[in-house]
């Protein structure tokens, strides 16, 4: 009885301990809760959005076109295994949920985890959306943490060991801009990623038209490196911008940047075209193609549909009114203007911060 009693008391305190020790749940609209590990995974993830799958050059389901451009285009590989030996198989194509991006103001704040503040800086990195006057001089800026997502992998659908490029397993703080300097600072960036130099210039920002009308009809331009479509620049690559356009905008336009930096670093590798069938290739320069995003947090882009009212005028002058119907496809290419997938999905107040699934295509060698 005595030795439960001692057990009890010794759990207790431990208990006790543990829990001062935890990052703080906070309702502050600062820091939401993104609701990320709920039942938000089943019914707010865009499960049609990994389509076409491609399995030995065949496409199954989907839309072909979605395919995108320097993907693996035939059927049969051939791949090393652990000894060296050659190891024949077929060639097995998805877009897969890869990484979850978050975008927020308040830095140390995780809505992917619960709302909870990670003890990462204090008020003095405080960032914002910088929308309030709406001028050219306004700035904004936001932290972001990256996560892995290997969502596919967790769920134990669809592939082998082999095609895990990353080798990541579960959900996982990967990345956090509070640590990086070169984030909150432009200069520092610079750099950082010296060959910015090359495109700070009115004719390469010129450029980035072009990009933006590619990305409208989901095929970004992929010598445009420079270019995030109709969201801007992507360097300097910083959290610090112009914040003349919407929060979807802002967000996504910091999203791209902070998948771009880890581009440059070698930390996230590109899993698209033939020499990717085996492994993952480390790709310097940002690999629009093989991405796309769908917003999760704080409106879904899980295909939602929505109505809206449209005029007509006939010939003889006559003005009609009809509503109509628009689904949206649930993800979007990098740098396609936010008026066809979500200029609309904000929530004043608390829903100002971003989650976003980073959808990346993945070129593998299955093995057999």
């Not at 990009?211 to 300097?236: F, M, Q």
């Not at 967000?251 to 791209?256: F, I, R, Y």
């Amino acid at each position: 009885m005595c030795a439960r009693a001692i057990a009890l008391f010794i759990l207790t305190i431990w208990s006790c301990l543990a829990a001062a020790n935890m990052p703080a749940m906070t309702d502050d609209p600062s820091c939401p809760d993104g609701n990320v590990i709920s039942g938000r995974l089943i019914t707010d993830l865009c499960w049609s959005c990994m389509f076409p799958i491609r399995v030995a050059g065949v496409s199954l389901g989907g839309d072909p076109s979605n395919v995108p451009s320097g993907a693996a285009s035939g059927s049969l590989c051939v791949c090393d295994d652990a000894l060296g030996v050659p190891q024949p198989g077929f060639i097995v194509s998805m877009w897969e949920p890869a990484k979850l991006i978050e975008l927020v103001r308040a830095p140390g704040c995780s809505a992917t985890l619960g709302g909870i503040k990670l003890p990462l800086s204090d008020w003095r990195q405080q960032g914002t959306s910088g929308e309030g006057d709406w001028d050219a001089g306004d700035t904004g800026f936001y932290h972001f943490h990256y996560y892995t997502f290997p969502l596919v992998v967790m769920l134990d659908l669809f592939v082998e060991e082999r095609c895990n490029p990353d080798a990541y397993m579960d959900l996982d703080l990967a990345y956090m801009s509070e640590l990086d300097p070169s984030w909150s600072d432009e200069l520092i960036a610079f750099f950082v990623n010296p060959e910015s130099a090359a495109v700070a210039n009115p004719l390469a920002i010129a450029a980035c038209a072009a990009d933006a009308a590619a990305a409208a009809v989901g095929r970004p331009i992929e010598s445009l490196w420079w270019c995030a479509g109709s969201w801007g620049t992507i360097y300097p690559i910083s959290g610090i911008d112009f914040a003349a356009g919407s929060m979807p905008e802002n967000t996504s336009l910091l999203a791209t940047r902070a998948v771009a930096g880890l581009h440059r670093r070698g930390l996230a590798w590109r899993t698209l075209g033939d020499d990717a069938l085996c492994r993952g290739r480390i790709e310097p320069m940002f690999p629009k193609s093989q991405y796309r995003m769908s917003m999760f947090f704080p409106v879904p882009e899980a295909g939602d549909s929505f109505t809206y009212t449209a005029e007509a005028t006939d010939a003889a002058g006559n003005t009609t009114t009809e509503t109509r119907s628009r689904t949206t496809a649930g993800s979007h290419p990098i740098g396609q203007t936010t008026f066809i997938w979500g200029e609309w999905r904000v929530i004043p107040g608390v829903g100002e911060d971003a989650i976003y699934v980073l959808w990346r295509w993945h070129d593998c060698c299955a093995t057999f």
